[in-house]
């Protein structure tokens, strides 16, 4: 009998550090959305897929009138007679955002292209290619688990694009209110790149000297000589301001089977040695709400043309998912040692494009891991190593069971398209016997 004690508290050891890696929370979670990493798609090496997103995104082609994932209208004017103007951002602005924040990738480093794995998730909670932060740092949904947005930020690129274009858009409608204005002599107009630089500013962090980051150009932190930002992994990314680090790489896009990513924007930065910009810029006007840092557009300025997106892009992307699950009841137990307290679930997509998938316990004593994934359709590019189909383990959790036979449920749910969610049942037994708590007899 003592040893087989001593063998099942191993086992439930064993099933404790599985689980205690980020456990099922019942209060408000002040973490990242995700407890676990979520699992995303990771197109093509020359990003075609995700520029032409951003080139959509840019002229609100992507989900056009949907509260969250849809541009704002942009606001045109000075302090005096700021009005709503075009849902319209820079294409090549949001290009050269997409490189500094993530590299353009969706996934992990370690994710092949045109595949899928763990989704690329930073320190302080920014997911994906834009490294959506705003929306992302805590559970928003029911019983404190993720929602269908935050689900598809972190997994489906078109869905990060997009949110993040509508940050960037918030960024600059915050102004007159919370930000200065760039572009006094032009009517602030959001069609020149340059009048940008305090919503690019306010992106990665409206900061100034004394923050952990600061992004105040005339910060003593920075060289008052420094060179332009080039955009080529030569420099120092904390000897620059954030703004004029995406500056730098729209002048010098980064190349990829020498191929540039993007046709290069020599926008202007505003001239240090310039009263004009170097006064509403000094530091003593860095104080909320930043209403004597107003500056002239920074010259020569730049403006872009509508890109031309293809017309079937967002549909061909987007797809129609459908939601499968082959296997909807599982059994876990404690008596079979570790492997028999965890079990796998497959999740498939029987129609196109890629289905954003959740999975979501019904008790605290289930462990899921991702919990949150895409699956493919056919259409959609899979290359070495890549699955179709996606799979999460399930692991019993035993300090949580309420009894040694205990029943619970998984809900499956489709973050996109119009599938119904699918239950899969969960049968978990737990028969042994321990001890009272705090005893110990020697025999």
Known sequence: MANRVLLLLGLIACCLALAGRAPFRATHAEACAFLRTPAAYESDQLRANYATAMDAASVNGLFAGDPYFGLPAVKVGTRASRVDGAARVPGTLLRALGWVESNTAMAARSVNFDSVGPALVSFDCGYGIMQVTSGMTSPLGTDNQPTANQARVATHYLYNIARGATILADKWNQ????????????????SIVENWYYAVWSYNGFTGPGATQSNHPLDPR???????????????????????????CMASPPTRNGQQLWSPLAASLPNLSDPRFSGPLQLSN??????????????????????????????????????SVPNTSIQLGLDGGAAAAKATV???????????????PSANWIVIDPPAGVALGPEVPCGAGCSRSATFTVTL???????????????????????????????????????????????
Not at 233 to 240: D, E, M, N
Request: glycine share 8%; aromatic share 8%; proline share 10%.
């Open 175 to 190: 102004a007159p209110d919370s930000r200065p204005i760039a572009g006094t002599d032009t009517n602030s107009d959001p």
């Open 222 to 248: 920075f060289s008052a000589t420094r060179e332009r930002w080039k955009c080529d992994g030569t420099q120092s990314r904390t000897k620059y301001p954030y703004q004029e680090v995406v500056w730098g």
């Open 286 to 323: 860095f104080v909320a709400p930043f209403s004597s840092m107003d500056i002239p557009t920074a010259q020569p300025s730049h403006s872009q043309a509508a890109p031309t997106v293809p017309g079937d892009f967002v549909s061909r992307i987007l797809g129609s998912p459908v939601l």
């Open 346 to 360: 497959t999740v498939e997509n029987h129609g196109s494009g890629i289905l954003v998938w959740t999975a979501t």
């Open 397 to 443: 959790n035993s300090a949580a069971l309420p009894g040694a036979m205990t029943a619970g449920h998984i809900t499956i749910s489709a973050a996109n398209g119009n599938s119904p969610p699918v239950e899969v049942s969960i049968n978990a037994e737990a028969d042994f016997e321990l001890p009272a708590p705090g005893t110990s007899k020697a025999y």
